[in-house]
Structure formats: C-alpha cells, structure tokens
C-alpha cells in the first residue's frame, strides 16, 4: 500500500451550517504548491478535492490542472484520485443532474492527472440530509443506481475507476447493500472507498471491520483514514485528531495487510471545518486548520500502528 495526502479547498462543501465558511492554511495555495508540500513531508502520492483544482479563473482551469501534474511528475508523486462529494440523490431532478454533471468534470479532472480513480458519495444522502421524508427508498436506490452507472460508463471511456464511498448517511450504508449495488450493476470498474471514520461508527455495529475489508476487497482501491467520535450516524459523527477517537488503527492496518490491499491509504483531514455538536469538525469545535501540522503529524502517528509509505520500504 502507499500513503498519501488529500487535498482540500475552503469552505469545501459551501456554507455548511454546521461548519460555516471552513479555512485550512492550503485552501488558498496554488494545486501545484501543496503538491510540493506533499512531497516535502515525504508522501507516497496526492489527492485532491476538485474544488482544489478549480480554485482558478474558469480559463486557467485546464492549465492549472496540466501544471499539477508537471509538480507531481517533478516531485515523483502519484494522484491517486480527484475526490467531488456531489449529488446523485435529490427529489429536485436539476440538483441531481448538476450534480452528475459536475462528477464527470472531476473524472475529465482525473483524466488529465494520470489518476486512477474519481471518488465520491452519494450526496445528497438519504438518511442525512433526510430525504426519506421527501422521497422513497425506492426511489433513492433507483436514482442512485442510475447516476453510478452513468457515471461509470463515462469513466470507463476514460479508462479511469469510479469509486462509491460507504458512508452512513448515504442509501449505501452497509457492506451487503454496496455488494447488492455493485451485483446490480456490473461493471467491471466500479470500486469502494472505504473511510476508517465510517468503518468504526457506521459500519462495526453490524460486522467487524476486518470482515468488511475481506468481503469488500475486491472493490476497495481508496482507504480515506482519520480518526472518529460519535453514534453510529453522520448527525452524531465528528472527526477528531489521531488518536483521540474510535478508531483501531492496528485493527485497520492488519487489516489491509490481510487482503493484500495494494491502493492508497489517503490521509483525510477533516477536523478544521470547525462544527458544533452535530455535523463536521472537532467536538469541541476548536479545529486544526494547519496543514503543515497535519501532513507531519498524521505520517508520524500512523507509521506507530505499521503504515509506512513506499519510499521509506524502498
């Protein structure tokens, strides 16, 4: 496996109540910079948010992206992904349709990279946000089902992978119900990205976390790891620095080593979008908005429970 950092814009997710207009001290730098700084401390690759990428006059987009990759060939980095949380899920049919729209901008984004895979989940959710009481869970299957397999048909004309994240709050919550997705759907570039934080309160209630690695590794390619408080929902959830949560990161580790996972393990971190008692960010809503901290100290601490990165086994 290989480690890598992903990258995020400010104010990710626009003004998320919960977190109001976020910051992170790389939020405002160029893609090419924090892709040296990626480097600096040592990474295996990088990934990017694609409201990273866009972070440009709409003209400068397509150079902005040719001079990421430059960085990252310069730098000997891989991009492992473009991640876009978009809308699959929406009883408002434009929101959806923007919403595939905009994914297949990032799978176009991964494209041009030399990434592997385009990552998402299925926002709007169904369970959080509660679209239930708009819609049923019929309808959200079948809505979510149609824009997967749009979208991975677009991406397989790329040669790229599409990649559903488990999350809680999403229609695709469980390990049986990706299974039962992925079945339906058949396409031979279809993946997982299984987050640690989703793993240990959404998932652990049901099945052990290495069970869901073992039935779920033909199909995972991202492991988004980060540390994680709450109840076993996406309203209770909260991100807190390594160490202070949920999550077993020796479990995780034995884990991988167990399906011979060969992906990336992708340092996702969350907690400087400051929330409150519900939503994102640390709970006690102080936040690590440093960077520079975060790069350092996430490869320290999990280099404890065995994740090393390539370069250091070379």
Not at 81 to 98: I, L
Request: charged share 25%; hydrophobic share 45%; aromatic share 10%.
């Amino acid at each position: 496996m290989k480690i890598s950092f992903e990258v995020w814009p400010n104010m990710p997710w626009g003004r998320l109540e919960a977190a109001g207009p976020a910051w992170n001290s790389w939020g405002d730098l160029s893609s090419p910079e924090t892709v040296r700084k990626v480097a600096e401390y040592g990474y295996d690759g990088v990934d990017f948010l694609l409201g990273h990428l866009m972070n440009v006059p709409s003209e400068q987009f397509d150079e902005n992206l040719r001079a990421t990759r430059a960085a990252a060939d310069e730098a000997g980095l891989e991009i492992f992904y473009v991640a876009n949380h978009t809308t699959f899920v929406s009883p408002r049919e434009y929101d959806r349709e923007r919403g595939i729209a905009s994914f297949k901008k990032a799978l176009d984004a991964a494209k041009v990279l030399g990434a592997r895979s385009a990552c998402t989940l299925l926002g709007d959710g169904f369970y959080d946000p509660p679209l239930n009481v708009l819609m049923s869970r019929k309808e959200a299957w079948r809505q979510a089902k149609e824009a997967i397999t749009e979208v991975a048909l677009y991406a397989k004309d790329l040669g790229l992978n599409v990649s559903i994240e488990l999350l809680q709050g999403t229609i695709l919550n469980k390990v049986e119900l990706v299974e039962r997705m992925f079945d339906e759907i058949a396409m031979d570039n279809l993946r997982v990205t299984m987050d640690t934080g989703a793993l240990y309160v959404a998932v652990k209630p049901f099945m052990s976390v290495r069970d869901a690695f073992r039935r779920l590794a033909p199909y995972i390619d991202i492991v988004q790891i980060k540390d994680e408080v709450g109840l076993p929902t996406i309203v209770g959830t909260n991100h807190i620095w390594f160490g202070g949560g949920l999550v077993d990161f020796r479990e995780t580790f034995d884990a991988l080593a167990e399906i011979g996972f060969d992906g990336c393990v992708s340092v996702e971190w969350e907690g400087w979008q400051v929330g409150g008692q519900i939503g994102v960010g640390e709970p006690a809503g102080i936040g690590l908005a440093n960077f520079d901290r975060v790069a350092e100290e996430s490869l320290e601490f999990l280099r404890e429970y065995g994740f090393t990165t390539a370069r250091e086994r070379a």
